[in-house]
């Protein structure tokens, strides 16, 4: 019998995913909305964060899709209370890989520019980095 953390775990990745995929559609749909310090508006990155490794191409989309899977069979391994923050990070890895293969780069909309310009994320990257730091807070109070 599979236990209850695995259910809550493949819910977390199954509901970021679903949740992050909505909001994305809203500005496929053509939603913007202009603020002095944070404007929500449309971009396609076809890189990752700045648009690193655009150059990449095709390729950058099945290299994500290998190394969110070694990624997530190792962690995996780590231990079950490892697993709820890799629900997180697989759910919103699997949504931006999947604006790869669907709309040929991930969809952006949260553009931050008070005092500084910042990159254009979304909420899947916001919940990678959640995930990212539980991960790393957990692994440092295992030691």
């Not at 053509?30 to 990449?56: D, P």
């Not at 040929?104 to 910042?118: K, L, Q, S, T």
């Not at 990212?132 to 440092?140: A, E, G, K, R």
Request: aromatic content about 16%; charged content about 15%.
């Amino acid at each position: 019998m599979i236990k209850k953390i695995y259910y809550a775990t493949i819910l977390m990745a199954v509901g970021i995913f679903v949740i992050d995929q909505n909001i994305k559609s809203i500005f496929l749909d053509g939603y913007r909305n202009y603020g002095e310090c944070i404007s929500l508006v449309f971009a396609l990155n076809k890189g990752v964060a700045f648009t690193m490794l655009a150059f990449l191409g095709e390729w950058l989309k099945w290299l994500q899709l290998i190394l969110l899977a070694i990624i997530g069979w190792n962690v995996a391994k780590m231990g079950e209370r490892f697993l709820l923050p890799l629900g997180i990070v697989v759910g919103s890895g699997l949504s931006n890989i999947y604006d790869r293969f669907i709309h040929g780069g991930v969809v952006d909309y949260v553009y931050w520019h008070c005092g500084f310009e910042f990159a254009i994320f979304n909420f899947a990257d916001v919940m990678i980095d959640i995930g990212v730091v539980w991960l790393l807070v957990l692994s440092f109070k295992n030691k």
